[in-house]
């Protein structure tokens, strides 16, 4: 995506699906945590060449196998794409979208800032 900041992975990559999307709210910018909140959960997999990439490559996951079985998947690309439906999901549960105007495509804030 253009004009979105690649975000930062730490140096030790998560074991579980949990640890994987806590690592993400703590290290994706609010461009990526808002493009992902505003796509259809039905149309996730327009996901798969841009966060999921960053999320195989950040997280090593082509060789994090522990990884993989905690999101239950035996391949890297559908343990990204189950760490991309459970941070959709987290982002989904704690955060909401606060408009100004009928015009503006709004901000993506925490529900109790609501």
Not at 40 to 45: A, F, I, N, P, Q
Not at 68 to 92: F, K, P, R, T, Y
Request: glycine share 6%.
């Amino acid at each position: 995506m253009t004009g979105m900041n690649i975000p930062y992975f730490a140096a030790s990559s998560p074991t579980t699906c949990s640890e994987a999307v806590r690592q993400l709210h703590e290290f994706l910018g609010s461009d990526w945590k808002e493009m992902l909140f505003l796509t259809e959960k039905e149309k996730l997999v327009q996901r798969h060449f841009d966060l999921g990439q960053l999320i195989r490559n950040g997280f090593n996951l082509h060789h994090n196998n522990e990884l993989q079985e905690s999101c239950g998947e035996g391949n890297a690309d559908d343990a990204s794409m189950v760490i991309v439906q459970a941070l959709w999901e987290d982002l989904h549960k704690f955060y909401t979208i606060q408009k100004k105007s009928l015009n503006d495509n709004g901000n993506l804030i925490k529900k109790e800032q609501v």
